[in-house]
């Protein structure tokens, strides 16, 4: 019974983990309310629905300002994080339907404060993907010290119209790259300890040999290396 009382426990946390991995395999979304977001620059057609950014819906996206009302060099989106973080972070950001304007150069700052009266210089991101329909999620960046809030600021777009300042996503979120490492953990424990198996590109489990798989598809999970 033991042995079945924790089995079902490790398929909770699996199932749980699984619920975090989307859109990618790095955590929970950092970005979770529509008051998290923030942004002088919103289009007064396109930019109304900030909100569009975190409903992991494509057809759905906010524009800054493309009709030249509001003054500004770039257009930043400002992100209030759950509470004070530093350390790893991703990015992930899913490009709207349409040829030009996807970010592909950013650049990261954070602060404590919303005004950023203290401003936290992060990281500058290449983003690629950046064009019609793409995703893309950044490698690990790390957030120095302690902050709050977060303003990610295209510098550069891909298309053929080259950067006009303005742009547009689909989606966008952040994520704890620690969290991955979490995951890939749990995956690996569980694995190793029930004999399970993993098919597929987001990994399924079973544990009766031969259920699924073999587990020559398992030792194509990264970073996993155990023998027969
Ligand atoms: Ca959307």
Known sequence: MKKITSLLFALVCLCNTAVWAQPTDFGDPLITDVSQ???PFSDSAEG???GALIDFDPSTFWHSDWHGEVAGDYHWLQIEL???MEGKMVLW????????DHPSKAVITGSLTADFGMEIPIDTLELGNASSGQEFTTGTWVIPEPVRYIRFTP???????????YWHAA???LYQ???????QKLMSD??????????GEDPNIGTAPGQYTDKGVFRCVPGYSAAD
């Open 82 to 84: 759950p509470e004070a």
């Open 171 to 173: 989606d966008i979120n």
């Open 190 to 199: 569980f694995v190793t300890q029930y004999d399970a198996y993993l098919w």
């Open 177 to 183: 790259s620690g969290e991955y490492e979490l995951y």
């Open 37 to 39: 977001l923030s942004s």
């Open 155 to 165: 510098i550069d777009c891909g298309g053929g119209a080259g950067f006009r300042k």
């Open 93 to 100: 950001i899913k490009r709207r339907t349409a040829d030009n």
């Open 48 to 50: 109304t629905n900030i």
